[in-house]
């Protein structure tokens, strides 16, 4: 069974920094993409970037130049590095794996990220 823990969310001033953390434990096949999702009260959730095995990367027009996402592929993590934060950014991001070769799709538990004077 895969399990993904996300961690590193909190509270920040505009324009401030954060980087979130995803881990995934159990068996994850070599094809798969990696990914931050986010969900603000009373919207739908969204995609801010993604990952893929083979480095390929993926980004939300409102987060290109201010987000990086990253991998640690050794430890199964990934990371989204987050800058010059905005009150906008402040939502519950959720990390998501899909393992492209059975299908499968993986959702963490969610941490919530607030941006607030």
């Known amino acids: 069974q895969v399990q993904l823990v996300e961690s590193g969310g909190g509270l920040v001033q505009p324009g401030g920094s954060l980087r979130l953390s995803c881990a995934a434990s159990?068996?994850?096949?070599?094809?798969?993409?990696m990914g931050w999702y986010r969900q603000a009260p009373g919207n739908q959730r969204e995609l801010v970037a993604s990952?893929?095995?083979?480095?390929?990367?993926n980004y939300a027009d409102s987060v290109k130049g201010r987000f990086t996402i990253s991998r640690d592929s050794a430890k199964n993590t990934v990371y989204l590095q987050m800058y010059s934060l905005k009150s906008e950014d402040t939502a519950v991001y959720y990390c998501?794996?899909?393992?492209?070769?059975?299908?499968?799709?993986?959702w963490g538990q969610g941490t919530q990220v607030t941006v607030s004077s």
């Open positions: 990952i893929g095995s083979g480095g390929n990367t």
């Open positions: 998501n794996l899909h393992l492209l070769l059975i299908g499968n799709i993986y």
């Open positions: 159990g068996r994850i096949s070599s094809f798969y993409v």
